[in-house]
């Protein structure tokens, strides 16, 4: 089955920094790639996404890379802010008929510093 | 749109007791919805996928005896944990994808369970 790993687990910035979370999978069918973030004690939200036939997608701070034959995506957040503090996850699924399982990563702790 | 709800958002009960859990799609249909189960500091593990009108798929090393799904309705599923012990505490979640055959799934607002 598909393996999703995800570094760093933890990462620390100072408010207006950049930051960036890679993971790398494993099942080269994989074909869609959500990242989500996690408040504590709250549901995962989902702030972005990618498909395999895109290698690239933004929405304002938020951006995600693909490079499906290397099999890494990262999450690129700019201008951070102490909001943005929180678990982030990512995954991969591979859909087709019917309905697809993700896979999440172990997850990274994002820690912005005012 | 594609507001997924849950009930009780925590609940704590005795050893050997069984805890029912409800995951609702608000907005939409849903034919399959996942429950996954989440340690403290740790990631999302999806246990069993639920299917409107037929039985849930388990992940492997998932008891079926002891988590029950139901998906009854199209908006409705449920996890009852049976004989619940307290390795059992965790936080469930369910999630459900609005459109059939398509990946983006919306997640629930999670149960925290504790078993004493």
């Known amino acids: 089955g598909e393996n999703v790993e995800q570094h760093p687990s933890t990462l620390s910035v100072q408010e207006g920094d950049s930051a960036v979370i890679k993971c790398t999978y494993s099942?080269?069918?994989?074909?869609?790639f959500p990242w989500y973030k996690q408040e504590l004690g709250k549901r995962p939200q989902l702030i972005i996404d990618i498909r395999s036939n895109v290698g690239e997608k933004k929405d304002q701070r938020i951006a995600v890379t693909l490079n499906k034959t290397a099999k890494h995506f990262s999450l690129h957040i700019t201008e951070t802010q102490p909001e943005d503090s929180a678990v982030y996850f990512c995954?991969?699924?591979?859909?087709?008929?019917?309905?697809?399982?993700?896979?999440f990563g172990k997850g990274t702790m994002l820690l912005v510093s005012p | 749109g594609a507001v997924v709800s849950q009930h009780p958002s925590w609940v704590i009960c005795k050893s050997g007791t069984s805890v029912k859990i409800e995951c609702r799609s608000l907005?939409?249909?849903?034919?399959?919805m996942f429950w996954y189960r989440q340690f403290p500091k740790q990631s999302l593990m999806l246990m069993a996928t639920s299917n409107e009108g037929s039985k849930a798929t388990y992940e492997q090393g998932v008891e079926k005896d002891k988590f029950l799904i139901n998906h009854a309705s199209l908006t409705l599923s449920t996890l009852t944990v049976t004989s619940a012990h307290p390795e059992d505490s965790s936080f469930y979640i369910c999630?459900?994808?609005?459109?059939?055959?398509?990946?983006?799934?919306?997640f629930g607002p999670g149960t925290r369970l504790t078993v004493l």
């Open positions: 099942d080269s069918a994989s074909n869609y």
């Open positions: 999630s459900a994808s609005p459109h059939p055959g398509t990946d983006t799934q919306y």
């Open positions: 995954a991969a699924s591979k859909s087709g008929s019917g309905y697809s399982t993700l896979t």
């Open positions: 907005d939409f249909q849903a034919t399959t």
